[in-house]
């Protein structure tokens, strides 16, 4: 998570959200319904719901004769890779940008599989930055709980290095301290944390689309926010987060260079990511 929010932009996010809204103005002036979503597309055979671009980059960079379109709810990227048709669905960060894209998604391109993939933070010791958890369960922070279809052979599981199999919990906050890791963990016997698969989880259950979660760790369950990327996180206006960022140059130039060294972390993730995704693909066709 703390690679995530490092990473996402925040004045692009700001853009891409005024663009959509935008686009789902002029929908409603046309056809007077509220964003709804085109039926004549192609279908296609897996739709990757990610939460961010840099997320999604691993995957992107790979597909063939790549057409990417802004969709109301999300950024789309749509062609070929491992031999099937793909959707890459870039939603937003949240529950509620997952839930309303992937909706979206099913509604526009029927897709045979979605899989809700991205970045997770680590809630248990043995889980370390790169490994890869698939989600068997998926649970919010009320308890409410969604057993995903899928069957893993746990000593093939246990041979594999950096591969987990196990419950996933969705939070509705960034969390990057290690005592509230360790919390979650108690609470809810989870193994990591992330933003958007219990949302996506349901839209699918709705829809009746096959459902697979695929997250890439982080973080692991030590790893902390530099200092000043907690100021500037608690930030809640423009001025604040321009005032941290500035105060964090004065007092601690060298603060950028860990800033670039995560952004390397992070586009190994993705790419670790994607390879782990290439060979599943293949599978859920067989």
Request: proline residues 4%; neutral net charge.
């Amino acid at each position: 998570m703390m690679l995530r929010w490092l990473i996402t932009n925040y004045a692009r996010q700001a853009a891409r959200q005024q663009i959509q809204a935008a686009v789902v103005q002029t929908l409603q002036r046309i056809s007077g319904e509220a964003g709804a979503p085109p039926t004549d597309l192609p279908p296609c055979d897996v739709a990757f719901v990610f939460g961010t671009e840099v997320e999604a980059e691993g995957l992107a960079k790979h597909l063939e004769d790549k057409v990417t379109t802004r969709c109301p709810a999300f950024v789309e990227h749509m062609g070929r890779w491992c031999g099937r048709q793909v959707i890459i669905a870039e939603c937003g960060v949240g529950a509620e940008a997952a839930e309303r894209a992937t909706a979206d998604v099913i509604a526009m391109h029927h897709p045979a599989w979605i899989v809700s993939a991205g970045f997770s933070a680590a809630l248990a010791d043995n889980l370390r930055r790169g490994d890869i958890l698939m989600a068997d369960r998926v649970v919010d922070l009320q308890h409410h709980e969604l057993t995903i279809g899928l069957q893993l052979d746990r000593r093939a599981v246990a041979a594999t290095p950096g591969l987990h199999f196990g419950r996933l919990l969705t939070v509705d906050h960034m969390v990057n301290q290690p005592d509230q890791k360790r919390e979650l963990r108690r609470k809810y016997d989870a193994l990591a944390c992330d933003m958007e698969t219990k949302a996506v989880a349901e839209a699918c259950s709705r829809g009746k689309v096959r459902f697979l979660s695929v997250r890439v760790i982080s973080d692991a369950i030590d790893d902390r926010w530099p200092v000043e990327i907690a100021a500037l996180a608690e930030q809640k206006s423009w001025a604040g987060k321009l005032g941290a960022v500035t105060g964090a140059m004065l007092n601690r130039p060298a603060w950028v260079k860990d800033w670039f060294r995560l952004q390397e972390e992070a586009e190994k993730a993705s790419s670790r990511l994607a390879k782990f995704c290439s060979g599943v693909v293949p599978q859920l066709f067989s």
